[in-house]
């Protein structure tokens, strides 16, 4: 296994969104809770490696991968597995010392996609799990995008994954409230649109025995894909692709965009 070293280069991040990092510890039904988030991320950790591997292949990169939103940790330690240098950051706290504690301390830290001001510089730079959908604002999406640039190497790939809307209108395939029901707790998922700010607005709500036990709201940016295209060139990069996914998986020969996840590449020059 390849170590990594880049914590000890780090300048670590400042100025974070303190008020969210406060509400981390208030979720335990969300995917701020790192034992909801591992269990999900360990399932599609090996695949979808297997799928950057060759994503990297096709548009050439290296052996060093920054992953921003890194989670708990799973898709590092799968490019570690394979020889890779890789390195995680992730803006919850808890989520980075679930990582430090399986993973180890070297491969993680805390940090805003915004701020990000690592001394290394990368030869990919993925950004999974519609992580990215966090940026609302124009300022936000060039801070993030011109944080990304600036940490990959000449030629360094940046991928990024998130929730394709587009199907909402090819497939008509938008639930306005959904219920689910596993090991006794109730999940009621509620979705609306904000079409003025182009926002999605996703409210969840978990009850036992008719008892509410939590309820939160989550607000996170829709990008339609010319769109995420024109931002990735603003920002300096040359768009190299998309790719199409269901929750199962991405294919290298699914290049329509007709399923829930997108995915693109670019590179910068």
Known sequence: MRKSNYINKAILFEGMDNKRIKNFSKTKYSIDNPVMWHAEEQKR??????????????????????????????????????????????INPEMIAFAKKKFGNQHFAVGDMKQ?????????IICFRSVFVNNITHQEIMQTLNCFFQS??????????????????QKKKFNAKDVEVA????????????????????????????????????????????ELKFYLESAGFVFL?????SWEGFSMKHTQLDDFRMLVVARKP
């Open 116 to 124: 990000i001001q690592l001394k290394n510089r990368f030869d990919a």
């Open 241 to 245: 692709g998309f790719y199409g996914g």
């Open 183 to 226: 090991n006794g707790i109730k999940e009621i998922r509620e979705e609306a649109v904000d079409e003025r700010n182009q926002l999605l607005i996703g409210r969840r709500s978990y009850y036992k025995n008719n008892k509410l036990l939590e309820k939160w709201t989550i607000t996170s940016r829709m990008f339609f894909p010319q």
């Open 152 to 169: 990959l190497n000449k030629k360094g790939l940046v991928i990024i994954e998130l929730f394709n809307p587009i199907v909402l209108i």
């Open 45 to 90: 950790a090996k695949s979808e490696v297997y799928f950057l591997e060759r994503l990297f292949k096709k548009y050439g990169s290296g052996k060093s991968v920054l992953d921003v939103g890194c989670g708990t940790g799973s898709h590092v330690n799968a490019f570690l597995k394979k020889n890779y240098a890789a390195f995680g950051v992730d």
